[in-house]
């Protein structure tokens, strides 16, 4: 079964230019989750979907992010214009429901990442 | 936000060495615990599923033990070899909210060999 497929893996910019990350989940994963990694930090959860509906976008900061999936299968995520503070892993993550003790929980695999720089 | 801890930051041992980690999160409202090894530029990859209080999950020299009522949880690395020099992070899920991950710093183990 192939994973979670991302590109590109690095991207180096300038500030206020804008990138894009792209995501291709798992194929028969109906969740799929953007991550953010600051180094030093763990992964920051920028922006959930279920299907092609956002779920959870509480932590992304909206005045220059923006995601979206098509389709609900593969996804876009968008930075414009960029600041030095996004530079980052931005991680791509899909998920099944999986059972542990009884108890049901949404299982998620991860892509490699985009490790994103700003200068 | 959540406060989910991990310690020590960074760790080198030698090759052959015994070691362990430590995540400690809040225990109200715990749902499950998840452990994830990261490799420099590969895919975090899942090692544990917990839920219970109590229990214990092993894999090859891996093992992982859990406790909610005081909110933490232990990763033992049992004769460290040179391929388990990654980042563990730890992340638990609660009930509240969308179920989501909260994912600790993570611990970045070094094997030297």
New interface residues.
């Given amino acids: 079964e192939a ?2 497929a991302q590109s590109p893996r690095y991207k180096i910019i300038e500030k206020r230019q804008s990138v894009a990350f792209w995501c291709n989940p798992i194929s028969g994963h109906a969740t799929l ?1 953007w ?1 953010q990694q600051i180094l ?6 920028l922006i ?1 979907f279920q299907n092609n509906g956002v ?2 976008d509480s932590q992304l900061p909206k005045d220059r992010f923006s995601a979206e999936r098509l389709k609900g299968v593969d996804s876009t995520l968008k930075i414009q214009p960029a600041k030095l503070e996004d530079s980052a892993v931005y ?1 791509c993550a899909s998920s099944i429901r ?1 059972l ?4 049901a ?9 985009t490790r994103l720089t700003v200068l | 936000i959540l406060n ?1 801890e ?1 310690s020590p930051q960074s760790l080198h041992v030698q090759e052959g060495d015994s070691t362990n980690f430590t995540c400690s999160f809040p225990s109200s409202n715990f ?2 615990l ?1 452990w ?1 090894r990261w490799e420099t ?6 090692l544990f ?4 209080n109590g ?1 214990e999950k092993k894999k090859g020299r891996i093992s992982a033990t859990l406790n909610t009522k005081e909110g933490y949880s232990y990763l033992y690395i049992k004769g460290s070899q040179p391929e388990d020099s990654a980042t563990y ?1 730890c ?1 638990p ?1 609660f009930e509240t ?10 611990t970045r183990l070094t094997v030297i060999p």
């Fill in positions: 994973g979670v989750y991550y030093g930090q763990g992964p920051k959860l959930q779920v959870d991680l999986g542990a003790g009884g108890i929980y949404n299982e998620q695999f991860f892509g490699p990442g | 989910v991990q749902y499950a998840h994830y530029a590969k895919s975090p990859e899942a599923v917990m839920t219970l229990d992070l992340a899920r909210g969308a179920n989501n991950l909260f994912f600790g710093t993570g």
